[in-house]
């Protein structure tokens, strides 16, 4: 069984920005002047309208006029008689004195006017490229603004944490206190050592701030182990006793 391939092309909501821009830098490359043209379009759109309009009028008109003659020459034939017909060729039409005049006016109208000044295809082609650019370019601007908008949520993301880690070191000397009260880790409640570790009980990278609520000592292997992690998805991964670190968390007026 014989299977035909088919492939269908990628709409430009589904596309990426980077390959929508590859798309545009092709267009713009192969018409360089598209730019500007993009300014002049819609006074152009109407005047190549307008010329098309009128072009094909004139055509139009001079093929009426041939139709008009080779409809008189068959009528001709037709009503002919049989030896008249072998002298009546009704493939030449033939044009009156006023379809005459007529034609070489519209052929001198064509010459004159459109010879240099319309070009269908080298307008339709410069047209069909607007058109597309435009299209494109609805993709793009959206696309563009949302980008722009996660990069400066990135930044502001890193800002924040910045100042943040800043602020934890003022902190953290408000909150040393905590070893005296109670001298284990909160977390897994064995002895907090000689070199704790001050966490973020909600983490920094989650948008948790540096608050003496937020904060505590823990031992350095808890601090290891918790990283990033929320309160609740290091109980979860390490199987600790959630009531038991939130009945240390509570003497230590911490939230969570």
């Known amino acids: 069984m014989a299977y035909r391939h088919t492939s269908r092309k990628t709409p430009y909501s589904k596309m990426t920005l980077a390959k929508l821009k590859e798309i545009e830098a092709e267009i713009l490359q192969k018409n360089p002047n598209i730019e500007r043209h993009l300014t002049l379009y819609p006074e152009d759109e109407k005047r190549i309208l307008g010329l098309k309009n009128e072009h ?17 020459k068959q009528q001709e034939h037709n009503a002919a ?7 009546i060729n009704k493939n030449q039409p033939e044009l009156t004195e006023s379809e005459l005049t007529e034609l070489a006016s519209l052929r001198q109208t064509l010459e004159t006017k459109f010879k240099y000044g319309y070009d269908s295809n080298k307008y339709q082609a410069a047209f069909d490229a607007n058109e597309r650019l435009k299209r494109l370019r609805q993709y793009i601007s959206p696309k563009e603004q949302k980008e722009a908008k996660r990069k400066t949520e990135r930044a ?10 800043e602020l934890a070191g003022q902190v953290k000397s408000e909150i040393r206190k905590q070893t005296k009260i109670d001298s284990h ?7 907090i050592g000689s070199d704790p570790h001050c966490d973020h009980i909600y983490p920094v990278a989650k948008g948790g701030l540096s608050t003496p609520q937020n904060m505590v000592y823990v031992c350095a292997d808890c601090n290891m182990k918790k990283t990033a992690l929320t309160l609740t998805q290091f109980i979860k991964k390490y199987g ?17």
């Open 240 to 256: 600790y006793n959630r009531s038991d670190i939130e009945h240390r968390l509570e003497i230590l007026n911490k939230e969570y």
């Open 185 to 191: 880790c909160p977390y897994c409640g064995n002895d």
């Open 56 to 72: 094909q009028r004139i055509q139009d008109r001079i093929d009426q006029i041939w139709k008009n003659a080779s409809n008189r």
């Open 156 to 165: 502001v993301i890193a800002a924040y944490h910045g100042k943040s880690r």
């Open 81 to 87: 008689g049989f030896f008249q017909k072998l002298f």
